[in-house]
């Protein structure tokens, strides 16, 4: 039987074609989410006739989403991390479909309440894809496919709304929410027949305690915001609601600090880049709302208010439709910037957009036009900045924290969102004119609540210039601000102060010297000299210790800013001198001390350190928990260390010379380079992974997929790369492969052999029939 030899290209198309259909699919269950919350707003004015209840009740249909949102999307994160996120976000979707089955059987109250809040809990849908995407896409996709999906909760928002609206006005009600569970059901089904599960897992145990605190304080801010409106910001139930999310809140955190595995890692979320990026999510969550809110309403107030444009709620969900074509036509161009420049410099770049659209919109509403143009150049901003807050998230958390993160980072967006609709609320309700009998919101309004929501862009701008900037530093170059390793060297003594308990007084030589004689009746011989630099200067504040044969402690001293010391040895004799200083190598030498006072001069030497990023060549974004190794010229391995978030690492006590660095990561080809280090300084270099290639196939027999087939790898040299068993499907993988010409064989029948060159970063498909060879 012949194997025919794989095409690098083809196999190229064809790894591509997969990512293409993955990216696709986790974005269309991100729009079917954010259609979901989209669809009601047709009918939320008709709810109280349509339920038969009252306005404020009915108002919770809309309210028990966002509550069951905000509680979900971090405990689905931290469930994707521990158990599959492939798994959570399937989950994520039955409860979508469950939910809105039940609100469209509904005709009451409470039935649509639990309905809206099944529905809600599939919010972590969006962030369980982003994180999905890490784990699952070749380095050089990640940036353009995370922005697209990001975008996707404002692209469904945009589209959702024309589509309620043609729903709401030609068929039933409920219709509405039968669309929503046929989309459910139709995400649900791609998500289980494309989208592989991710095999990063943290393990652990839920932080259920964790879980109901957060629900708790959250549940309680949100709908202090969400109900101040029509219960009164001074009531006693909005303050008090408000108090007691800041009690819960607080003491949430404090268990979280102290529990092993929490459901949010504080001290990560604490890091300046996580922090500073949720921060400016909740600005850009605001940002977004506001406009949802303004130009629906101008749009559909009639013409004779003089500012209203008297259009249908179909008309204006199509004027809105643009904005999210035109967020989802920027999210490749968000990951364009992100990847030359860094996704700080894109985040600002939105920030800019958003806050010159609201700008035009304050100078032209007056037609239709005016505000589509407007409504657009918002909407490239909001992509812009979506696009570039997961990469922001996942360059600082590691691999195992990607769906908790990027979960609270939606959360972040969520509370802006919900502020945007409280603070939108109070203006419009405080800045009225009459029309007839009515009571309509005035224009001063809107536009003091485009300002607002401008302003709310230029805070993003701001806090997103804190977040850290990306470090472009010239591999093995030392920086200009090096800074000497800070720990002491094993065996330092850092003595800071003569004693209290010292048997005589100090006595000064040259000045500031300080010496004390442990041992000994003033009777002793003087040691006294300099302790040196290998520059030549003298080492200040350097533990000097005089010590015996034995190990006995004789003297020590501390030396002044010039390095001169002195000790006195109890009488003739041989003792071993020890010097010791902060960034050098201790020196112990050897001392033949005789009658007369004895000089001598120390010589350390300093300790070189090592740091540096590893980021990814072609996407810039930078590596988490790759595997760094340095050996010496031996190869004897001198230190292993893991990058953090950020993809940093740091190597100490280094002796100078040349070491070789070794960094290895999942996706990617492992790299070795020689790195000079210095005495004196932290030796900086940037490191880039290349991403490796993938081998994959099926082995079949006569019938069909065959299991427990044994796979070897090997290399065209003769060495084995790498063995696997097939499992029931028959499948194998190869994965992280060096570019070159490879033989595949497999064993379980008569072994058969076939060559594969695996070229670039491309997935190679080569599957293999086995079968008994005929007579």
């Known amino acids: 039987m012949s194997h025919a030899q794989p095409q690098p290209a083809a196999a190229g198309e064809s790894a591509a074609s997969r990512a293409n259909v993955v990216v696709a699919v986790l974005a269309f269950g991100g729009i079917v989410v954010s259609l979901m919350q989209t669809l009601v707003i047709p009918i939320v004015p008709e709810l109280p006739k349509l339920l038969d209840a009252s306005a404020s009740n009915a108002a919770w249909a809309v309210t028990a989403t966002l509550l069951a949102a905000a509680v979900a999307t971090p405990v689905m994160g931290r469930l994707g991390d521990m158990y599959g996120k492939r798994l959570m976000l399937l ?12 609100a469209a059987l509904s005709d009451s109250l409470v039935p649509m309440i639990v309905g809206r809040a099944l529905q809600g809990l599939a919010s972590g849908v969006i962030p369980l894809g982003i994180s999905i995407m890490r784990d699952e896409l070749p380095a050089e996709r990640l940036g353009s496919a995370t922005a697209l999906m990001s975008a996707s909760l404002g692209v469904g928002g945009a589209l959702g709304l024309p589509a309620a609206a043609l729903i709401a006005d030609h068929f039933d009600w409920h219709v509405l929410f039968w669309t929503s569970a046929v989309l459910g059901v139709v995400a649900a089904l791609f998500v289980l027949l494309l989208v592989p599960e991710s095999k990063v897992r943290t393990g652990g145990r839920f932080d259920l305690p964790g879980a109901l605190g957060m629900a708790a304080g959250l549940v309680c801010l949100l709908l202090g915001i969400s109900k101040g409106a029509d219960w009164g910001w001074g009531s006693g139930t909005t303050l008090g609601l408000f108090g007691a999310a800041v009690v819960i809140l607080l003491g949430w955190g404090v268990y979280e600090l102290r529990t092993r595995e929490p459901l949010v890692d504080l001290r990560t979320t604490a890091r300046r880049q996580v922090l500073v990026t949720n921060l400016a999510s909740v600005a850009f969550g605001f940002s977004m709302f506001a406009m949802s809110l303004v130009l629906p309403q101008l749009l559909q107030l009639p013409q004779a208010t003089g500012y209203g444009l008297g259009k249908s709620l179909l008309a204006a969900g199509l004027v809105m ?3 999210g074509l035109v967020m989802m036509a920027t999210a490749p161009l968000s990951a364009l910037v992100s990847r030359n420049f860094g996704p700080k410099i894109t985040l600002m770049c939105g920030a800019v957009i958003v806050a010159t659209g609201y700008g035009l919109n304050i100078a032209l509403m007056d037609a239709v036009w005016q505000l589509v143009l407007a409504s657009c150049v918002i909407g490239a901003g909001i992509g812009f900045a979506y696009g570039a807050m997961p990469a922001l998230i996942m360059g600082a958390v590691d691999p195992h924290e990607t769906a908790a993160a990027n979960s609270l980072n939606t959360l972040m967006r969520s509370i802006g969102t919900s502020t945007a609709s409280a603070v939108a609320g109070v203006i419009l309700a405080q800045m009225t004119t009459s029309f007839g009998t009515a009571t309509v919101p005035s224009e001063n309004g809107f536009k003091v609540v485009m300002a607002v929501g401008s302003g709310a862009a230029i805070l993003a701008l701001l806090v997103a210039a804190f977040i850290p900037r990306r470090r472009p530093v010239a591999a093995g170059a030392v920086s200009a601000g090096a800074v000497a390793v800070g720990t002491a060297p094993v065996g330092a003594v850092p003595v800071r102060a003569v004693p209290a308990e010292a048997e005589e007084d100090p006595v000064a030589v040259g000045g500031s010297v300080h010496a004390v004689a442990l041992a000994g009746t003033g ?6 000299g300099r302790v040196r630099g290998a520059d030549g200067t003298g080492v200040g504040g350097a533990a000097v210790t ?20 002195a000790v006195e040895a109890p009488g003739e004799g041989t003792y071993v001198l020890v010097a010791a200083a902060d960034g050098c190598r201790p020196q112990a030498t050897t001392l033949l001390v005789s009658t007369a006072p004895v000089a001598h001069d120390l010589l350390l030497t300093g300790t070189g350190g090592l740091a540096g990023l590893v980021r990814a060549a072609d996407s810039g974004v930078p590596v988490a928990g790759a ?5 010496d010229v031996r190869g004897e391995v001198l230190a292993t260390r893991q990058t953090d978030g950020l993809g940093e690492f740091a190597v100490g006590d280094l002796v100078p010379g040349t070491v070789t660095l070794a960094v290895s990561s999942p996706k990617h080809r492992p790299l070795a380079l020689p790195v000079e280090t210095t005495g004196t300084a932290i030796t900086r270099i940037e490191v880039e992974l290349r991403p490796g290639a993938h081998v994959r196939g099926t082995v079949r027999g006569a019938g069909g997929p065959l299991g427990d087939a044994r796979v070897t790898l090997v290399d065209a040299v003769g060495n084995v790369v790498a063995t696997t068993t097939t499992g029931e499907d028959g499948a194998y993988a190869f994965s992280d492969l060096d570019t070159g010409p490879y033989t595949v064989i497999a064993t379980g029948y008569p072994p058969q052999a076939a060559g ?3 070229s670039g970063a491309d997935i190679h498909d080569h599957d293999i029939e086995l079968a008994h060879p005929t007579a």
């Open 546 to 565: 005089l010590i015996s044969l034995g190990g006995r402690q004789l003297g020590r001293a501390v030396a002044d800013t010039e390095g001169r010391y």
């Open 523 to 528: 009777d002793g011989v003087p040691v006294h």
């Open 627 to 631: 595997v760094v190794v340095v050996t």
């Open 756 to 758: 594969v060159v695996v």
């Open 321 to 323: 439709a643009p904005t």
């Open 91 to 102: 989950t994520s979707l039955v409860m979508l479909v469950v939910g809105s089955v039940v």
